[in-house]
T-cell receptor, first 112, second 116 residues
Framework: GDSVTQMEGPVTLSEEAFLTINCTYT??????LFWYVQYPGEGLQLLLK?????DKGSNKGFEATYRKETTSFHLEKGSVQVSDSAVYFC???????????FGKGTKLSVKP | DSGVTQTPKHLITATGQRVTLRCSPR?????VYWYQQSLDQGLQFLIQ???????AKGNILERFSAQQFPDLHSELNLSSLELGDSALYFC???????????????FGPGTRLTVL
C-alpha cells in the first residue's frame, strides 16, 4: 500500500542554519504531497503542498519540490529560526482516497 | 485557528470505560476525518465521514466507532478502553471527500486521552 518515509529525528540546528528534512513516498497513481507542521501542544497545520510532478510548494521560507523520478518531496529552508522548532510531517493523499498517509514525523529543535 | 473544534481537550479515564470525543468541522466542510497519534504508531487514519455517510476506514479497532450527524459534527466513540488506547485523537475536515488539491485537510487541536 501507499506509504511515506521521512528521516528520523530529532534534528538540532543553530539559528540561521540550512534545513533539509528528507521524505520519500510509495504510491500508486499520482498522489498529492503535503508537509504539515505541529507546534508544541497544538494540532497540525498545513505548511505547503504540491499536486503534480515538478510542482514546488512554498510557504514561510520553506520549500519542497515534487520529484516523481525519485519519489521524493524533501523539505528545505535556507535559514531556520528558533520559532521553527516543531515536528514536521510529510504526507500523501491519493486521488482516489480521502485520508492522508503520514510519515512518522521529524522533530526539529533550533538553538539560538 | 483552523476553524475545527474538538472537545474535550483532555480526557482521563479507566480501563474498560467508554468515552465520546466530539468534533465540529470548519463551516462548509462536508468531510470529517479521525486520526490517532501515538508515540509508537505515529499518525494513523481511523475513519472518514462525508456528508453523514462513512467514506473510508483505516486502522480503526472494532471497539471504536464514529458517526457524523446532520449538522455535520462528528463523534468518535471508544469503548472497552485499554491502556494502549492512550493517545492524541485528531479530527480534520475538508470541503470535499478526497485529498486532492481542492480538498486540503484542516486539523483540530486534538483530544488527549489518558487511560489509567
Amino acid at each position: 500500500g501507499d506509504s511515506v518515509t521521512q528521516m528520523e529525528g530529532p534534528v538540532t540546528l543553530s539559528e540561521e542554519a540550512f534545513l533539509t528534512i528528507n521524505c520519500t513516498y510509495t504510491a500508486t497513481g499520482y498522489p498529492s504531497l503535503f508537509w504539515y507542521v505541529q507546534y508544541p501542544g497544538e494540532g497540525l497545520q498545513l505548511l505547503l503542498k504540491a499536486t503534480k510532478a515538478d510542482d514546488k510548494g512554498s510557504n514561510k521560507g520553506f520549500e519542497a519540490t515534487y520529484r516523481k523520478e525519485t519519489t521524493s518531496f524533501h523539505l528545505e529552508k535556507g535559514s531556520v529560526q528558533v520559532s521553527d522548532s516543531a515536528v514536521y510531517f510529510c504526507a500523501l493523499g491519493g486521488r482516489s482516497q480521502g485520508n492522508l498517509i503520514f510519515g512518522k514525523g521529524t522533530k526539529l529543535s533550533v538553538k539560538p | 485557528d483552523s476553524g475545527v473544534t474538538q472537545t474535550p481537550k483532555h480526557l482521563i479515564t479507566a480501563t474498560g470505560q467508554r468515552v465520546t470525543l466530539r468534533c465540529s468541522p470548519r463551516s462548509g466542510d462536508l468531510s470529517v476525518y479521525w486520526y490517532q497519534q501515538s508515540l509508537d504508531q505515529g499518525l494513523q487514519f481511523l475513519i472518514q465521514y462525508y456528508n453523514g455517510e462513512e467514506r473510508a476506514k483505516g486502522n480503526i479497532l472494532e471497539r471504536f466507532s464514529a458517526q457524523q450527524f446532520p449538522d455535520l459534527h462528528s463523534e468518535l466513540n471508544l469503548s472497552s478502553l485499554e491502556l494502549g488506547d492512550s493517545a492524541l485523537y485528531f479530527c480534520a475536515s475538508s470541503e470535499g471527500g478526497s485529498a486532492g488539491v481542492i480538498n486540503e485537510q484542516f486539523f483540530g487541536p486534538g483530544t488527549r486521552l489518558t487511560v489509567l
